[in-house]
């Protein structure tokens, strides 16, 4: 089904008001701060968990979140260096690129993995939001958690995405490529054409493996695209083009495995 498939009814729910909130959910780790927009009705919505990426999370994420919303989604996103910071976010300073790369350094897969069973464990208290099968998708160091969350969490998981991701597939034993068999939703791989953190490689060495499986999936690549090509703040980055065809891969993704009826 494509993303066209599905014109009117996200037209007719694009238009109608939109609600938000933020706030902290415990965790075993701490109070991990947490923004949520969905529409105000038609709901129970199914759940997008959104996984940031390296600069923390922000307003510029939140627009992203709110964008995904009037598709009819309950979109969930976390600050996932709350382990380490409450409200970090990068001004792209040195300075502050050295603060990043640490609390990059803090998390690790099963940590996020760990994130999104609260997330969901939260979403059940939620009237808004669906019991039904769940996406996610995950931007630059997300990738991974992303790719790894559909695998690990399979049951609900039914659309995962990694956007310019990093650390697909390598020899840590932590490598989310290494449980990719167990994946029963789809997952999409989007890849910039030119991207300083994963080499050309990776993604061809991750295609062989996922060749030998039987689950559903994709890699793309975004060509004359740069890593963080969907982030219109990231100037001399941000690729208009392939950013727009990135929203019309996730909407056609979730639509797809989203929806029940």
Same mark, same amino acid.
């Given at each position: 089904?494509?993303? /066209? $498939?599905?014109?009117? =009814?996200?037209?007719?729910?694009?238009?109608?008001?939109?609600?938000?909130?933020?706030?902290?959910?415990? /965790?075993?780790?701490?109070?991990?701060?947490?923004?949520?927009?969905?529409?105000?009705?038609?709901? *129970?919505?199914?759940?997008?968990?959104?996984?940031?990426?390296? *600069?923390? @999370?922000?307003?510029?994420?939140?627009?992203?979140? #709110?964008?995904?919303?009037?598709?009819?989604?309950?979109?969930?996103? *976390?600050?996932?260096?709350?382990?380490?910071?409450?409200?970090?976010?990068?001004?792209? /300073?040195?300075? =502050?690129?050295?603060?990043?790369?640490?609390?990059?350094?803090?998390?690790?897969?099963?940590?996020?993995?760990?994130?999104?069973?609260?997330?969901?464990?939260?979403?059940?208290?939620?009237?808004?939001?669906?019991?039904?099968?769940?996406?996610?998708?995950?931007?630059?160091?997300?990738?991974?958690? &992303?790719?790894? +969350?559909?695998?690990?969490?399979? /049951?609900?998981?039914? &659309?995962?995405?990694?956007?310019?991701?990093?650390?697909?597939?390598?020899?840590? @034993? $932590?490598?989310?490529?290494?449980?990719?068999?167990?994946?029963?939703?789809?997952?999409?791989?989007?890849? +910039?054409?030119?991207?300083?953190?994963?080499?050309?490689?990776?993604?061809?060495?991750?295609?062989?493996?996922?060749?030998?499986? $039987?689950? @559903?999936?994709?890699?793309?690549?975004?060509?004359? =695209?740069?890593?963080? %090509?969907?982030? *219109?703040?990231?100037?001399?980055?941000?690729?208009?083009?392939? +950013?727009?065809?990135?929203?019309?891969?996730? %909407?056609?993704?979730?639509?797809?495995?989203? #929806?029940?009826?």
């Amino acid at each position: 089904m494509s993303l /066209t $498939d599905n014109t009117s =009814s996200e037209q007719q729910i694009s238009e109608v008001k939109m609600k938000e909130k933020e706030f902290d959910i415990q /965790t075993p780790d701490g109070l991990m701060t947490t923004f949520v927009t969905v529409p105000e009705v038609n709901g *129970p919505h199914p759940i997008i968990l959104f996984l940031m990426d390296a *600069p923390g @999370k922000r307003e510029e994420l939140h627009d992203m979140a #709110r964008r995904f919303a009037t598709g009819g989604y309950y979109v969930m996103l *976390p600050n996932l260096y709350y382990r380490t910071s409450k409200d970090f976010v990068s001004d792209f /300073t040195e300075e =502050s690129r050295v603060t990043q790369r640490q609390h990059m350094a803090a998390l690790n897969n099963q940590m996020v993995i760990g994130d999104c069973k609260t997330l969901i464990q939260y979403s059940l208290e939620d009237k808004d939001a669906s019991d039904g099968p769940i996406g996610c998708v995950g931007y630059c160091m997300s990738g991974p958690f &992303a790719f790894a +969350a559909a695998s690990q969490l399979s /049951t609900r998981i039914r &659309a995962s995405a990694s956007i310019h991701g990093v650390n697909l597939c390598n020899d840590s @034993k $932590d490598s989310p490529h290494l449980n990719a068999h167990k994946i029963k939703g789809e997952m999409y791989f989007a890849c +910039a054409e030119y991207d300083d953190h994963i080499e050309n490689t990776e993604i061809k060495a991750l295609e062989d493996h996922l060749n030998k499986t $039987d689950i @559903k999936y994709q890699i793309e690549w975004y060509p004359g =695209s740069k890593h963080g %090509f969907v982030f *219109p703040q990231r100037l001399g980055i941000y690729d208009k083009e392939s +950013a727009e065809r990135h929203w019309e891969r996730m %909407f056609a993704l979730f639509s797809r495995n989203l #929806r029940t009826v």
